[in-house]
């Protein structure tokens, strides 16, 4: 591990990486329970024709990737009220928006576009200290964020109509929600990659369900599982060469599994303890 730090571009992707694994499991466990997991891969194909362009514009990457995704999220927010008994078509509509335009400006970019597979599947040998800075900054507006929404957030997630008879604004709330989610998305991206961002996402999420026992817990235990997942992911692709994207969410899924084996194991012991 020592060993690792020496490298500037490992600590780069090492500070990154702690930043993507507190906001991505902060924004996801609201997304799951809101029934919204699919708007994460929305927003990453969006980011993707964003990342196109600023490549082939020559602007950094990471700011326009931002700028896409937010664009997208209030196009998302748009359709849902115009579609709101089929609020899916929103998210299917903009996700096949976002992947026409990012092939269509791949398809400008020509050879300027070539290190977008660096975006699809992350890289932590490109990691700036602009897309670090940038990663920062957001991911702090980020995390401040759902502290102060915490409550409005619980809330809506439980019960949107109650929290509507309550006087929060849950209309400006949901259209804030959805841009820090287009955030969080456009700022994992290089370290996870367009591809597997949502599943960062959603899996500690998903996982920290299985063993907590109140929501407040289930926050913490999914944030853990993503530090543990990046930081061992990055340290994996280093030493065996592998993507780091893949080996991040390789080690989220096998603690998951780790997590519903213990809850099974701890159901057939309270199974046996009660027929004797």
Known sequence: ?????EYQFMQRALVAGIIVGIICPLIGIFLILRRLSLIGDTLSHISLAGVAAGLAAGINATLTAVVFALGGS???????R???????????ITMSGGMGLAVILI????????????????S???????????MAVL???????????YR??????????????AGIPVNKINLYFTLLTAITVAVSMRIVGILLVSSLMIIPAAASMQVAKSFK?????SVATALISVISGLVLSFYFSLAPGGTIIMCSLFILLLFISFKKLSAMRKANLASR
């Open 82 to 92: 115009h579609y709101s008994r089929y609020a899916e078509l929103a998210t299917a």
């Open 107 to 122: 398809s400008l970019g020509r050879g300027n576009t070539a290190s977008v597979l660096s975006y699809l599947f992350g």
């Open 217 to 221: 817990t289930s926050v913490c235990i």
């Open 74 to 80: 209030l196009i998302i927010e748009y359709l849902r």
């Open 152 to 165: 409005p957030l619980f809330f809506i997630a439980f019960d949107e109509e109650g929290a509507r008879i």
């Open 139 to 149: 991911g702090l507006m980020v995390m401040v964020s759902i502290i102060i929404l």
């Open 124 to 134: 932590v040998a490109s990691v700036s200290t602009t897309d670090l800075s940038i």
């Open 1 to 5: 591990m020592v060993e690792i730090l």
